[in-house]
């Protein structure tokens, strides 16, 4: 069955960094559009980024543009989210999934957990 395990989570300072992992299975990884998703305490959902299936084209919201990079390595089954000059109201569960074309998300991870304080 399909399976999307993120890692990379935890604590850092403002303007400090992290690479979030989410390691698939149980599907063509190289065949389908991937996103990260997160989740800030209290609030619902919000798209961060979207990166399509052969990595040639990558979409941002406007409030991590210029500091999340989406990329993902076919050969290892492997998205990730590098995450530079962190900011508080960065903090949130973030989640990778799947996207089906023509439908949308139909698979999430469990998500990791980021926070950025001092």
């Known amino acids: 069955q399909v399976q999307l395990v993120e890692s990379g989570g935890g604590l850092v300072q403002p303007g400090g960094s992290l690479r979030l992992s989410c390691v698939a299975s149980?599907?063509?990884?190289?065949?389908?559009?991937l996103t990260w998703v997160r989740q800030a305490p209290g609030k619902g959902l919000e798209w961060v980024s979207d990166?399509?299936?052969?990595?040639?084209?990558?979409y941002y919201a406007d409030s991590v543009k210029g500091r999340f990079t989406i990329s993902r390595d076919n050969a290892k089954n492997t998205l990730y989210l590098q995450m530079n000059s962190l900011k508080p109201e960065d903090t949130a569960v973030y989640y990778c999934?799947?996207?089906?074309?023509?439908?949308?998300?139909?698979?999430w991870g469990k998500g990791t957990l980021v926070t950025v304080s001092s």
């Open positions: 999934a799947k996207m089906r074309l023509g439908y949308g998300i139909d698979y």
């Open positions: 149980g599907f063509t990884f190289s065949s389908y559009a």
């Open positions: 990166i399509r299936a052969g990595g040639e084209n990558t």
